[in-house]
T-cell receptor, first 115, second 115 residues
Framework: EAGVAQSPRYKIIEKRQSVAFWCNPI?????LYWYQQILGQGPKLLIQ????????DSQLPKDRFSAERLKGVDSTLKIQPAKLEDSAVYLC?????????????FGEGSRLTVL | AQKVTQAQTEISVVEKEDVTLDCVYE???????LFWYKQPPSGELVFLIR??????QNEISGRYSWNFQKSTSSFNFTITASQVVDSAVYFC????????????FGGGTRLMVKP
């Protein structure tokens, strides 16, 4: 079974530039998450989708971050304009839809460096 | 508000030693779920276990065991006879119905097992 795919793995940009990350979840997983993991810290949820609807985006800095999940499958996370503090690993995860918080399957992440 | 604290930022042991990773959580919810995830150097987080707040029985899976104590709000993880392949960052996480099943992660404990 293929895992969660993310690209690019690494990206270096200058502040005020824009960047986009792509995620392809495990086939059949209705729920998709984007997490931000700053070096030395635990992951922090940015946004959660269920199919193509947003469940939770309370911690997404909406003035610069946006995310979409077209057709309930792939998802894109965009940052525009980037700030130095956006340097982090952006993790995508997916899970089955169920009544209980389930096992999340994570991708390897996209590491962003903002100079 | 939910909070997960992993006081040990880094632990170093020699192979075959037992090691316990501590996790203390805070929540006002009566129904909640606790998780442990492993993050190897490749970056993707791997699910290890989920426990609900009504099940305080300890669990053992091979060399791994978990001790859930509601009285002290702790969910500790022990690796018996550690191996070099256990070297990773381990995250404890909390989710509750009232938080929309959003996972709140601790800061992680980096475990280094030396041969």
């Amino acid at each position: 079974e293929a895992g969660v795919a993310q690209s690019p793995r690494y990206k270096i940009i200058e502040k005020r530039q824009s960047v986009a990350f792509w995620c392809n979840p495990i086939s059949g997983h209705a729920t998709l998450y984007w997490y931000q993991q700053i070096l030395g810290q635990g992951p922090k949820l940015l946004i959660q989708f269920q199919n193509n609807g947003v469940v939770d985006d309370s911690q997404l800095p909406k003035d610069r971050f946006s995310a979409e999940r077209l057709k309930g499958v792939d998802s894109t996370l965009k940052i525009q304009p980037a700030k130095l503090e956006d340097s982090a690993v952006y993790l995508c995860a997916s899970s089955f839809l169920g009544p209980l918080p389930g096992e999340l399957f994570f991708g390897e992440g996209s590491r962003l460096t903002v100079l | 508000a939910q909070k997960v604290t992993q006081a040990q930022t880094e632990i170093s042991v020699v192979e075959k030693e037992d090691v316990t990773l501590d996790c203390v959580y805070e929540t006002r919810d009566t129904t909640y779920y606790l998780f442990w995830y492993k993050q190897p150097p490749s970056g993707e987080l791997v699910f290890l276990i989920r426990r609900n707040s009504f099940d305080e029985q300890n669990e053992i899976s091979g060399r791994y065991s978990w001790n859930f104590q509601k009285s002290t709000s702790s969910f500790n993880f022990t690796i018996t006879a550690s191996q070099v392949v256990d070297s990773a960052v381990y995250f404890c996480a909390l989710s509750s119905d009232n938080a929309g099943n959003m996972l709140t992660f601790g800061g992680g404990t980096r475990l280094m097992v030396k041969p």
